[in-house]
């Protein structure tokens, strides 16, 4: 996975950390064992240094090392033997004289070969949960939070079904995408009125793909371009705010349309949703603006990969915002 150089960084810190209080554990475990048990302290020392004297013995000059590497032998199992006494007579765990590796499988570096281990996959998926919570709030965002109850049941002859009946199939449609998604899955446009529950849904798809493990990013529109702006007129040496939107499984655009369009701003998203597109990376859209809008906001060559190569749902209803105002309730599940 694909995560951000913010987010691993974090996750290695993390990982560093748990290795220099896993070594701190084991010293002072081990120590405790010594300081009871001198004699125990003495004969492992002696066990260490038995491979640098057979070593010495091997070759120093002029002589015949068998003798003197047997009576080395000999030693050692004699230490050994009293060692094991200790330890049974004292109740103490062979083990616990042992160091342990913060991670069984990587040994706490983090890697198998080229390949992530678990254990700093893990610290990733947890940085980004805290990065998506900071992002997107308190955290209602959830599936089970979705109210189709917002929505008009009443038949709309304009739309051939009733708004409810829409946004059933669209929020049906997200659980499936988000529960089933894997690099390489689709992208998708939302577009709708404001108030409809395009950032909602959006943020549930966020957390639940980021929960499986998967990179994700999300991001404003407004957000997205003043990064791009960032990293084109005023960059920072050694770092690329930009890298991100490019790299990671799942990126979230909420809001497009919100921004100030200009020449840079239509460059910077077609170089996001062609590179995304070329590299079958998924991506999200959200949009309050008409489909017929978008080659005239933008151009005809980004209408036209949203329209052709995204997969459209449409979002109906009536702003949900306003409705809970009216309503006076206290929660605000899917409006936004």
């Known amino acids: 996975m694909a995560y951000s150089a913010a987010i691993l960084a974090r996750a290695k810190a993390r990982l560093a950390a748990a290795r220099e209080q896993n070594a701190q554990d084991d010293a002072a475990r081990i120590g405790a064992i010594y300081e009871r048990l001198p004699r125990l302290r003495q004969i492992d020392l002696e066990l260490q240094k038995t491979a640098a004297k057979v070593c010495a013995a091997a070759f120093r000059a002029g002589e015949d090392p068998s003798e003197t590497i047997r009576q080395l032998k000999d030693e050692n199992l004699r230490l050994q033997q009293e060692r094991d006494w200790i330890l049974e007579s004292e109740g103490v765990d ?14 706490g570096s983090g890697y198998l070969g080229a390949r992530m281990c678990e254990c700093l996959a893990e610290l990733c998926r947890q940085e980004q949960k805290k990065e998506l919570s900071t992002l997107l709030g ?11 109850d917002y929505y008009p049941a009443e038949y709309d002859p304009d739309l051939g079904t009733s708004p409810r009946e ?6 049906e449609r997200a659980v499936r995408y988000a529960q089933s998604f894997a ?14 529950g ?5 943020a549930c798809i966020a ?13 404003s529109a407004e957000a997205l371009f003043a990064d791009f702006e960032q990293q084109k007129f005023r960059p920072r040496e050694g770092e690329d705010v930009t890298r ?13 349309g919100t921004e100030m369009t200009t020449q840079f701003t239509i ?23 008409p489909v017929g809008e978008l080659d005239r906001r933008y151009s005809a060559q980004i209408a036209s990969r949203l329209l052709g190569a995204y997969t459209l749902y449409k979002f109906s209803g009536k702003d949900i915002r306003m409705l809970q105002k009216s309503m006076a309730r206290p929660t605000e599940d899917a409006g936004r």
């Open 244 to 256: 991100k939107y490019l790299a990671c499984d799942l990126l979230i655009l909420d809001d497009l």
């Open 94 to 107: 062979p083990d616990d004289l042992e160091q342990t590796a913060v991670c069984p499988r990587c040994g």
């Open 207 to 219: 957390r639940t793909v980021a929960d499986r493990g998967y990179s994700v990013c999300y991001v």
């Open 166 to 171: 829409i946004m059933k199939k669209v929020y």
């Open 183 to 196: 690099p390489g899955a689709r992208s998708l446009l939302f577009s709708g009125a404001t108030g409809l």
């Open 138 to 148: 308190a955290g209602r965002e959830s599936f089970d939070r979705f109210r189709l």
């Open 267 to 289: 460059a910077a998203l077609y170089q996001v949703v062609n590179t995304r597109l070329m590299e079958s990376r998924a991506t999200i859209v959200s949009t309050n603006l």
């Open 198 to 202: 395009k950032t909602f849904l959006s």
